[in-house]
């Protein structure tokens, strides 16, 4: 049964950081593209940043240079570093991997 569980979404002011996390289980994580998707109500859902197995990074054009997706093969872990915050990054931020998706935790920037 595979599961993704994140953590670290919070309420922070413009200009803040935050940094999610999202815990696998059920896959082989060291072998498998890991990624953060974020949706707002009404809105279809986005990319925000993929990592492949090896390291290889992609990020939406709204994002670079602001957030870091990172991960730790012996924790099973894929990271989000979000940096500089600003309120139109406010969403429910899903980890993704492979073909699953996690719940969802909410990211809350205010102005």
């Known amino acids: 049964q595979v599961q993704l569980v994140e953590s670290g979404g919070g309420l922070v002011q413009a200009g803040g950081s935050l940094r999610l996390s999202c815990a696998a289980s059920g896959i082989i994580f060291s072998i498998t593209p890991m990624g953060w998707y974020r949706q707002v109500p009404g809105k279809q859902r986005e990319l925000v940043a993929t990592?492949?197995?090896?390291?290889?990074?992609n990020y939406a054009d709204s994002v670079q240079g602001r957030f870091t997706i990172s991960r730790d093969n012996a924790k099973n872990t894929v990271y989000l570093q979000m940096n500089s915050l600003k309120p139109e990054d406010t969403a429910v931020y899903y980890c993704?991997?492979?073909?699953?998706w996690g719940q969802g935790t909410q990211v809350t920037v205010s102005s």
């Open positions: 993704w991997g492979y073909d699953y």
């Open positions: 990592i492949t197995s090896v390291g290889n990074t």
